[in-house]
């Protein structure tokens, strides 16, 4: 059964950066993206970007695109996402969630989730 | 952009029937999707492609969609149902994956 495991919380200043890793179990990712989706505290989900470990793709929500890279290593299967010029608005967990893709495109959802990155952005 | 739209809120009793909306002019012509968060915890699909039930989701969970509103009805609720309930779904283009705002389900 398909399992991520993200690093730990991070705690960093307003304009650096943080990257968070997601590590996955299965490696068979031909019709599988990797993405990412957070959640600042007491608000809902918002997706932020995905990668597609077989073809290197990847898809970012406009919001993210300028200050949001996110990449796959194969070797040791784990995504990264990195974000840049960190405010205090970006204090939120991270998730990282399997995409599954069937019918073309047409099937698109979210499982299973990893268990969450808490970035905490402080003076 | 297309939005989803959610009741902040719905309560129900234990036992009773709970029905979460998801209204949207995207669902008129793609699949909803719905999440269980219980506080502290990472999302759990419930629901995926409008009605199916993943393996391990309690039958009495379902889904439905008509035209631009998906329902996610909870027979028989029970206390440990009380969650956040998102829907979720895609847009026509890939950078549109969208989630709605979620509805606090409590159970009282």
């Known amino acids: 059964q398909e399992q991520l495991v993200q690093s730990g919380a991070e705690v960093k200043k307003p304009g650096a950066s943080v990257k968070v890793s997601c590590k996955a179990s299965?490696?068979?990712?031909?019709?599988?993206?990797i993405n990412w989706v957070r959640q600042a505290p007491g608000q809902g989900l918002e997706w932020v970007a995905g990668?597609?470990?077989?073809?290197?793709?990847?898809v970012y929500a406009q919001k993210f695109q300028d200050r949001v890279t996110v990449t796959w290593d194969t070797s040791i299967t784990t995504a990264y996402m990195e974000m840049s010029s960190l405010t205090s608005e970006d204090t939120a967990v991270y998730y990282c969630?399997?995409?599954?893709?069937?019918?073309?495109?047409?099937?698109?959802?979210?499982?299973?989730w990893g268990q969450g990155t808490l970035v905490t952005v402080s003076s | 952009s297309f939005v989803l739209t959610q009741p902040p809120s719905v309560s129900v009793s234990p036992g009773q029937t709970a029905r979460i909306t998801c209204s949207g002019e995207?669902?008129?012509?793609?699949?909803a999707y719905w999440y269980q968060q219980k506080s502290g915890q990472a999302p759990v699909l419930v629901i995926h492609?409008?009605?199916k039930r993943p393996s391990g989701i309690p039958d009495r969970f379902s889904g439905s969609s008509s035209e631009t509103v998906a329902t996610l009805t909870i027979s028989g609720t029970q206390v440990d149902d009380e969650a956040d309930y998102y829907c979720?779904?895609?847009?026509?283009?890939?950078?549109?994956?969208?989630f709605g705002g979620g509805t606090k389900l409590t159970v009282l």
């Open positions: 995207v669902l008129a012509k793609r699949y």
């Open positions: 492609e409008d009605n």
């Open positions: 969630a399997r995409g599954l893709r069937r019918g073309g495109g047409n099937v698109y959802y979210f499982d299973p």
């Open positions: 990668v597609n470990p077989y073809t290197s793709s990847t």
């Open positions: 299965v490696i068979t990712f031909s019709n599988y993206d």
């Open positions: 979720y779904s895609t847009g026509f283009i890939s950078d549109q994956r969208i």
